[in-house]
């Protein structure tokens, strides 16, 4: 009986670690949400293909071209922030001043855009990474978790680490939160506020990059990878208010813990369920997410 319960909290605490690392791919998903969101007031539909093109061109860096492992990551990186300054100087800058569901309605142009344009170059098949998901497991305290989701979880920590550093110790970062804040005063302050939706966006296209490569070996590469990731990094994002980071994390690890343990013990068609279902318990008894710390401006 002692021996039966012991392999009932070994399974427990391999699903919750498993969740975890599911869950820090989703917060940086959930990252890039917010933080468009509090500079532009847009719910940016396009973050998950641009990490599906990120995951494409990583495949083609590493396939075709011969590149190793990081110096694709750093090269992918820099196309989907690219691609990220593209999308705002282009699309999203000329109607800047328009409602939300003006930039709303943008973002899902662009979503539908880069659906096809991957199509049309990469196929709608789905595809390799050509870097695999080392399933090797590692015993933590009992529960055993693979190599792959350990890297993953460091790389999502470092990368959380390094957008905290940057938003409160460097100048760009504080000009962004002061935009956030207040974007009319910002301006008065001299702030380049249009550089610094710019950069905003570029940010947005890091985080996607990351993303992109790192979830590519768990998922294969498709142009429709990235759709059910997006839905869970925007529940995150919902989850802290669409304002705050850190409550943008939380929900995002909420969320993959949740669904691992609802697939590990209801079944894998509970999973995206799970998460809507987190959602509208929290938004009937607290609407402004679990961390509401800012005041939203009018949209």
């Known amino acids: 009986m002692r021996g039966t319960n012991i392999g009932r909290l070994t399974v427990l605490g391999q699903q919750i670690l498993s969740g975890l690392a599911t869950g820090s791919l989703y917060a940086l998903t959930a990252i890039a949400v917010v933080v468009v969101f509090r500079n532009t007031r847009t719910i940016n539909l396009a973050q998950g293909d641009f990490a599906m093109i ?6 083609v860096f590493l396939k075709d071209w011969g590149l190793n492992y990081y110096a694709t990551i750093a090269l992918v990186v820099a196309c989907c922030m690219l691609l990220g300054i593209i999308v705002e100087r282009f699309v999203m800058r000329p109607i800047a001043d328009s409602d939300w569901l003006t930039l709303f309605t943008a973002t899902l142009g662009v979503y539908y855009i880069l659906h ?6 990469w196929g709608r098949d789905t595809k390799a990474f050509p870097v695999t ?4 497991p590692v015993d ?41 804040d207040d974007p009319d005063t910002a301006q008065l302050m001299g702030i380049p506020v249009r550089r610094i939706v710019m950069l905003t966006w570029a940010l947005a296209g ?22 059910d990731v997006l839905v869970k990094g925007y529940v995150a994002a919902v989850f802290g208010g669409l304002y705050s980071i850190p ?16 697939g590990g013990y209801l079944g894998s068609h509970f999973k995206t369920a799970t998460a809507f279902a ?8 607290r609407p402004q997410g679990l961390i509401g710390i800012q005041k939203r401006r009018e949209i």
Not at 147 to 168: R, T
């Open 54 to 59: 990120g995951a494409f061109l990583g495949v």
């Open 206 to 227: 890091l985080l996607a990059g990351f993303v992109g490569v790192l979830i590519a070996p768990i998922l294969y590469v498709s142009p429709q990878m990235m759709d």
């Open 116 to 121: 096809g344009l991957a199509g049309w170059i």
């Open 278 to 285: 987190m959602i509208v318990v929290l938004l009937a008894f």
């Open 140 to 180: 933590i305290m009992g529960a055993v978790i693979s190599k792959g989701h350990l890297f993953n979880v460091a790389w999502a920590l470092a990368i959380g680490i390094a957008i905290y550093i940057f938003l409160k110790h460097t100048r760009q970062g504080i000009a962004m939160r002061a935009v956030t």
């Open 133 to 136: 998901f080392d399933p090797t």
């Open 247 to 262: 409550g943008a994390v939380l929900g995002a690890l909420m969320i993959g813990v949740a669904e691992n343990l609802a």
